[in-house]
């Protein structure tokens, strides 16, 4: 999609008129708009420094986004879908964010020091169709928090990656590992790095389309609120 510039006239939703102005309105863009614009205005300029001293362009954004979003399409994530992310600050944990922001897929914030009791609440609580989170950091495997949810994930027969089939979290079909090692530690599940390549969707998925209004995201502010 273009970059193009939507006005909300007054008549049509009063809380975004912010004068009495009749030729001046309150402008909109969705995320992928927005995402396209400051990449094309400045494509060279730092956007994100990541702790390590790593730096993203608003143009490197923009591109790793598309990527991305792309790829999820072509995985099957639709318009309101909900997909958690349990990984703590990185660069792929932001691209993430804005990949799915861009196509109307609903991001669901969680901590990844969660206990096992509280991911299984939220997962379900949000219907969440697709998981974020590392296979192992510091010594701690995050996977074996789903074994534990789900004692049937080691199952061949349910853990096809794109397609789990998990009894207890029924609508989760995806889980996207951030690994060190580039490789995901468990077949059923995506590595990162596979939705950051651009051979995985061999062509282009019609967007859905996004308004300002659609959901973004969802924060809880304790596990159960």
Same mark, same amino acid.
């Given at each position: 999609?273009?970059?193009?510039?939507?006005?909300?006239?007054?008549? #049509?939703?009063?809380?975004?008129?912010?004068?009495?102005?009749?030729?001046?309105?309150?402008?909109?863009?969705?995320?992928?708009?927005?995402?396209? #614009?400051?990449?094309?205005?400045?494509?060279?300029?730092?956007?994100?420094?990541?702790?390590?001293?790593?730096?993203?362009?608003?143009?490197?954004?923009?591109?790793?986004?598309?990527?991305?979003?792309?790829?999820?399409?072509?995985?099957?994530?639709?318009?309101?879908?909900?997909?958690?992310?349990?990984?703590?600050?990185?660069?792929?944990?932001?691209?993430?964010?804005?990949?799915?922001?861009?196509?109307?897929?609903?991001?669901?914030?969680?901590?990844?020091?969660?206990?096992?009791?509280?991911? #299984?609440?939220?997962?379900?609580?949000?219907?969440?169709?697709?998981?974020?989170?590392?296979?192992?950091?510091?010594?701690?495997?995050?996977?074996?928090?789903?074994?534990?949810?789900?004692?049937?994930?080691?199952? #061949?027969?349910?853990?096809?990656?794109?397609?789990?089939?998990?009894?207890?979290?029924?609508?989760?079909?995806?889980?996207?590992?951030?690994?060190?090692?580039?490789?995901?530690?468990?077949?059923?599940?995506?590595?990162?790095?596979?939705?950051?390549?651009?051979?995985?969707?061999?062509?282009?998925?019609?967007?859905?389309?996004?308004?300002?209004?659609?959901?973004?995201?969802?924060?809880?502010?304790?596990?159960?609120?």
């Amino acid at each position: 999609p273009k970059p193009t510039d939507r006005v909300i006239h007054v008549d #049509e939703k009063l809380s975004y008129a912010h004068s009495t102005s009749t030729e001046k309105h309150y402008i909109i863009s969705n995320t992928n708009e927005m995402l396209d #614009e400051m990449a094309a205005k400045y494509p060279n300029q730092t956007c994100f420094i990541f702790a390590n001293n790593q730096k993203l362009t608003f143009g490197d954004v923009r591109n790793r986004t598309r990527i991305i979003a792309q790829n999820l399409l072509h995985m099957g994530f639709k318009k309101g879908d909900f997909l958690g992310i349990a990984v703590d600050n990185s660069y792929q944990t932001v691209i993430l964010f804005l990949a799915c922001a861009s196509i109307g897929v609903v991001s669901v914030l969680l901590n990844e020091k969660y206990k096992v009791f509280e991911f #299984e609440h939220l997962l379900k609580k949000t219907n969440a169709k697709g998981l974020f989170i590392r296979d192992e950091k510091d010594g701690k495997n995050y996977l074996d928090i789903i074994r534990k949810i789900c004692p049937d994930f080691d199952d #061949e027969a349910n853990n096809v990656k794109g397609d789990l089939k998990l009894a207890n979290l029924p609508e989760l079909r995806h889980i996207i590992t951030l690994s060190a090692s580039g490789k995901s530690s468990f077949a059923g599940c995506w590595n990162f790095d596979e939705l950051h390549d651009n051979r995985m969707s061999q062509s282009d998925h019609e967007w859905p389309n996004v308004d300002m209004d659609d959901k973004l995201m969802i924060v809880f502010t304790v596990c159960f609120t």
